[in-house]
């Protein structure tokens, strides 16, 4: 009787004792979400096409929007999105938090973001193109980090 009685505390103390362990391991996880400043951080670069590819002139403008406010970055011939699966053909590093740029006329201009302390910097190549394509980008610009509380995590919020 005795050894039962020990055999059930002991298979109720385990399965206790993995919910707690669950319960941690789903609390570590969310505290890794809010560590990675991709999430909440956002500096995203789009292209507005002003004339078209197919003319003689294409010209599109870049712009770096965070939160409700756009900055013109630069003007160019033809621009685009570059989604994050496509970073490493342009050289752009995995970390980066968006990435834009095109090609007219053998020559490219491309850009991408980065979070440093309490800026973005944005960062740019004019790539020529050839047999081989060297993306060697150089800081552009650095800027504030623009913020929303519903942008923060919530332990950021200050009461």
């Known amino acids: 009787m005795k050894l039962r009685l020990l055999f059930a505390l002991y298979l109720f103390t385990l399965v206790a004792c993995s919910q707690k362990e669950e319960e941690q391991y789903e609390r570590l996880d969310q505290e890794t979400d809010l560590a990675d400043v991709n999430s909440w951080v956002r500096a995203d670069l789009q292209c507005e096409e ?3 590819a197919d003319e003689d002139d ?4 870049v712009y770096l929007s965070q939160v409700e406010m756009q900055y013109v970055i630069d003007t160019v ?3 685009s999105v ?3 699966q496509m970073f490493n053909s342009f050289g752009v590093p995995r970390h ?6 095109g090609w007219w006329g053998g020559r490219g201009k491309f850009y991408y973001t980065l979070h440093e302390g309490d800026s973005i910097s944005v960062m740019h190549a004019q790539p020529i193109q050839s047999d081989t394509v060297d993306f060697q980008y150089t800081l552009l610009r650095r800027m504030p980090i623009s913020h929303n509380s519903t942008d923060l995590p919530e332990e950021s919020y200050t009461p």
Request: proline share 5%; net charge neutral.
């Open 82 to 84: 570059i989604s994050s």
């Open 96 to 101: 980066a938090l968006s990435a834009c740029g």
């Open 58 to 61: 294409p010209l599109a403008v």
């Open 77 to 79: 011939y033809t621009c």
């Open 50 to 52: 002003i004339q078209n």
